[in-house]
C-alpha cells in the first residue's frame, strides 16, 4: 500500500497520461478507421485496393516496430516537430485504425442487403446511402467489437512507456530508482488498468443494452 | 455486400470514378513520395547506410534473431494454446466453483497488458527472489494473455453449437468427456480454426514486446546494428553509419512476411470452411 499511497501524484500524473493517449488516439483511429472502411466498400476499384493494402501492411507490423519508426525515423522527416507523447499517439492511431476498419467493414456486412436494395431504388448515391443508411445501422452492431478493439488499444499504450513517454507503464521505472520492491508497484498499475478495462465493459455493456432493445 | 451499396456505374459515373482514381492515387504518391524524398535527403537510401546487410556475420546473427522471434511464438503458441483449452473447459465446467476460478483467471489476465505482465515476470519476480531468463518472460506473458483470449475464443465456438449436438449425445449415453471431444470438440475446432489462427499472429506480433525487455528478439536487433557507427579496431574499422532507418525497413519486412504466411494460412482454412455450408460463420475475433 505504501508503494502506492507515497507516489499518488505520480501514479494519477501516469494514468492520466494513459488516458489522454488512449481518448486522443480512440478518436482518431475511428474517424481514420470508418474512413478507410468507407474505402474498402466503395465503387472506384483502386481505392478498395488502397485501404486493403494499407490494412493488411498494419494489421502484420508489430506496434512496436511502428513505435520504432514513429520515434527514429519521424525525426529525419523534418516536417514539425513533434514531442514524444504525440508521436506515440500516431503510432497508436495509426495502428488500430487498421483494426477499426476490418471491424466497421464486417459491421456493414451484417446490415440486411435488404436496406442498401431499398437506398438505392429510391435514388441515394453511394455517399448517402451509405452514410444515412448503412453506417447507423451497421454502428450498433458493432459496438461490442469496437469496444473490444478500444480495450486492446488502452492495453497497448503501455508501449509508449518504453519509448520515453512518462505514462502508467513507466510508473515502474521511476519507482525502482526510489528503492520501491518491482512487483508491488507493477500490481498496482495491474489494478489501475483493471479499473480501466472494466469502466469500459460497463459502457459495452449499457451500449449493448441500449442498442440491441432500439433493434 | 459491397456490391449492392452501389449501382453498376454508367458512363458519366465511370468518368467520375476515374477521376476518383487518379486523385486517390496521387495522394497517396505524394505521400509516400514525401517520405521517401525526405528519407533519401537525409541520406537513409545511400549504399553506404545499406552495406551492414553484406556482412555474413550480421546475416548469421539477423538469422539468430529470427530464431529467437520464431521460438518464442512457438513454445509460446503451444502453451497458450493449452493455457487456453484448460481455462475454457474450466469455464464451462459443472462445478461452479471450478467455473468462478477459471473465470478469475481469464478476465484478469485479459484486462492487464501484456507489457505489464512481461514487466512483472522480469523485473517483478527478481525482487521476490526467482530468476526469469528474458525469453522466459516473454514466453510466460506471452502464454498468460494470449492464452485466456483463446480460452474465450474456445468457450465462445463450443457454446455457438446448437444444443441438440450435446442433447443427442447424453441421449445416447455418452459421458461428459466423451460428448466434449467426440461431438463438441471436432465441431467447434472447425469454426474457430481461423480465429484461433489470427490470434495467433497477433502472438507472433506480439514476440517484439521482449524488445522492451531486453530479449534478444528481431527488433531488439535492428536496434543494435541500428545504433553502430563504426566498429572493430582503429586501423580496421568497420562504418555502419547508424542505420536504423535501413534495418527498421529490413525488419519490418521480416516481420509483415511471417505474418502474411500465417494469415494466408487462415485465409485459406476460412475459404475451404465456407465451402462447408453446415458450418455457420467464426463466433469470436482475434483481439488486438
Known amino acids: 500500500m505504501g508503494a502506492l499511497l507515497d507516489n499518488l501524484p505520480l501514479f494519477l500524473s501516469g494514468f492520466r497520461t494513459t488516458v489522454w493517449l488512449f481518448l486522443v488516439s480512440a478518436a482518431a483511429s475511428l474517424v481514420f478507421g470508418t474512413i478507410l472502411a468507407m474505402l474498402r466498400v466503395s465503387p472506384v476499384p483502386i481505392l478498395r485496393g488502397i485501404g486493403t493494402l494499407y490494412v493488411t501492411v498494419v494489421r502484420n507490423t508489430p506496434l512496436t516496430l511502428v513505435f520504432l519508426f514513429f520515434i527514429f525515423a519521424y525525426p529525419l522527416l523534418k516536417i514539425v516537430d513533434l514531442s514524444y507523447a504525440v508521436r506515440a499517439m500516431v503510432a497508436l492511431s495509426v495502428y488500430t485504425s487498421a483494426f477499426v476498419c476490418e471491424v466497421v467493414r464486417s459491421g456493414i456486412n451484417t446490415v440486411p442487403v435488404g436496406q442498401a436494395e431499398a437506398a438505392r431504388a429510391l435514388g441515394l448515391n453511394f455517399g448517402q446511402t451509405l452514410g444515412s443508411v448503412i453506417l447507423p445501422q451497421a454502428m450498433r452492431a458493432v459496438a461490442p467489437p469496437m469496444m473490444s478493439t478500444l480495450i486492446a488499444l488502452l492495453k497497448n499504450t503501455t508501449i509508449a512507456a518504453g519509448f520515453s513517454v512518462a505514462e502508467a507503464g513507466a510508473i515502474r521505472a521511476v519507482l525502482a530508482d526510489k528503492g520501491y520492491p518491482q512487483m508491488v508497484t507493477l500490481a498496482w498499475v495491474a489494478v489501475g488498468f483493471i479499473l480501466l478495462v472494466m469502466v469500459l465493459t460497463l459502457v459495452q455493456r449499457t451500449f449493448e443494452k441500449r442498442w440491441s432493445r432500439a433493434r | ?288
Open chain 2, 1 to 288: 455486400m459491397s456490391n449492392v451499396l452501389f449501382d453498376i456505374p454508367g458512363p458519366r459515373a465511370r468518368v467520375r470514378h476515374r477521376l476518383y482514381a487518379v486523385l486517390g492515387v496521387a495522394a497517396v504518391a505524394a505521400f509516400v513520395g514525401f517520405i521517401v524524398w525526405r528519407l533519401a535527403e537525409s541520406g537513409e537510401f545511400a549504399a553506404r547506410k545499406w552495406e551492414w546487410i553484406q556482412y555474413k556475420q550480421v546475416q548469421e546473427d539477423l538469422a539468430a534473431a529470427v530464431g529467437n522471434t520464431l521460438r518464442a511464438f512457438a513454445l509460446g503458441a503451444v502453451l497458450a494454446l493449452a493455457f487456453g483449452a484448460v481455462f475454457a473447459a474450466g469455464r464451462l465446467s459443472d462445478h461452479k466453483p471450478v467455473r468462478v476460478v477459471a473465470g478469475f483467471v481469464v478476465e484478469l489476465f485479459r484486462a492487464i497488458p501484456l507489457l505489464i505482465l512481461m514487466f512483472m515476470f522480469y523485473y517483478g519476480l527478481p525482487t521476490l527472489g526467482v530468476r526469469m531468463s528474458p525469453y522466459m518472460a516473454v514466453v510466460l506473458g506471452l502464454t498468460l494473455y494470449n492464452g485466456s483470449v483463446l480460452a474465450e475464443v474456445f468457450r465462445a465456438g463450443i457454446q455457438a453449437l446448437p444444443k441438440g449436438q450435446s442433447e443427442a449425445a447424453y441421449a445416447l449415453g455418452m459421458r461428459k468427456t466423451q460428448v466434449m471431444v467426440l461431438i463438441l470438440l471436432p465441431q467447434a475446432l472447425r469454426t474457430m480454426l481461423p480465429t484461433i489462427i489470427s490470434q495467433l499472429v497477433v502472438l507472433l506480433k506480439d514476440t517484439a514486446l521482449g524488445f522492451l525487455i531486453t530479449y534478444e528478439e528481431l527488433l531488439n536487433y535492428a536496434r543494435y546494428i541500428g545504433s553502430i557507427y563504426a566498429f572493430g579496431d582503429l586501423d580496421s574499422q568497420i562504418f555502419f553509419y547508424r542505420p536504423i532507418i535501413p534495418t527498421t525497413i529490413v525488419v519490418g519486412a521480416i516481420y509483415i512476411t511471417l505474418c502474411l504466411l500465417l494469415t494466408l494460412l487462415a485465409n485459406r482454412l476460412q475459404k475451404r470452411q465456407r465451402r462447408n455450408r453446415k458450418i455457420q460463420a467464426a463466433p469470436a475475433e482475434a483481439v488486438v
